[in-house]
C-alpha cells in the first residue's frame, strides 16, 4: 500500500498531462452514461445501446491507458523490494513472488471496485424507476 501511495505521488509529478487528459475523458465518460441513463428511462433501447457503445469505446480506451501508467510505475517501486528479497531471503524466486503478490493485488482491487460500480449503477438505475 505504501508502494501504490509513492506511485500515485509519481504518476502525478512525472504524468500530469496525461491524468489532465484521461480526467477530461472521465468527465465526458459521465456525460454519456448519465444520457444513456435517461434514454434507459424513457425506454429507447436503441439510444441507450448507441450510447453504451460510445462509452465502452471511451472507457476501455481510458482503462488501458490507466493501467499501463500505474502499473509500470508501481512495478518500477516495487524493483527494490524485489531486489532485497532476493538477497535477503537468498530466494531464486523472489521476483516472481513478488510480482505474483502484486498482480493478484491489482486484479483484487479492480474488481472489488467493479463490483462497487455494477451495483452502484443497479442502484442508480433502480432509482430512475
Same mark, same amino acid.
Given at each position: 500500500?505504501?508502494?501504490?501511495?509513492?506511485?500515485?505521488?509519481?504518476?502525478?509529478?512525472?504524468?500530469?498531462?496525461?491524468?489532465?487528459?484521461?480526467?477530461?475523458?472521465?468527465?465526458?465518460?459521465?456525460?454519456?452514461?448519465?444520457?444513456?441513463?435517461?434514454?434507459?428511462?424513457?425506454?429507447?433501447?436503441?439510444?441507450?445501446?448507441?450510447?453504451?457503445?460510445?462509452? %465502452?469505446?471511451?472507457?476501455?480506451?481510458?482503462?488501458?491507458?490507466?493501467?499501463?501508467?500505474?502499473?509500470?510505475?508501481?512495478?518500477?517501486?516495487?524493483?527494490?523490494?524485489?531486489?532485497?528479497?532476493?538477497?535477503?531471503?537468498?530466494?531464486?524466486?523472489?521476483?516472481?513472488?513478488?510480482?505474483?503478490?502484486?498482480?493478484?493485488?491489482?486484479?483484487?482491487?479492480?474488481?472489488?471496485?467493479?463490483?462497487?460500480?455494477?451495483?452502484?449503477?443497479?442502484?442508480?438505475?433502480?432509482?430512475? %424507476?
Amino acid at each position: 500500500m505504501i508502494s501504490e501511495k509513492i506511485a500515485q505521488r509519481v504518476i502525478a509529478i512525472v504524468f500530469k498531462n496525461h491524468l489532465e487528459e484521461m480526467t477530461k475523458e472521465e468527465e465526458v465518460l459521465k456525460e454519456y452514461y448519465e444520457i444513456s441513463l435517461l434514454a434507459l428511462a424513457s425506454r429507447d433501447k436503441e439510444a441507450f445501446k448507441g450510447f453504451q457503445d460510445i462509452i %465502452n469505446e471511451i472507457y476501455w480506451r481510458l482503462f488501458f491507458r490507466k493501467l499501463t501508467i500505474s502499473s509500470t510505475t508501481f512495478f518500477l517501486i516495487l524493483s527494490p523490494y524485489m531486489i532485497a528479497s532476493h538477497f535477503l531471503l537468498e530466494d531464486s524466486n523472489a521476483f516472481t513472488t513478488i510480482f505474483a503478490i502484486a498482480i493478484m493485488y491489482f486484479m483484487f482491487k479492480t474488481a472489488y471496485y467493479y463490483v462497487l460500480e455494477l451495483i452502484d449503477t443497479w442502484r442508480h438505475v433502480k432509482n430512475l %424507476n
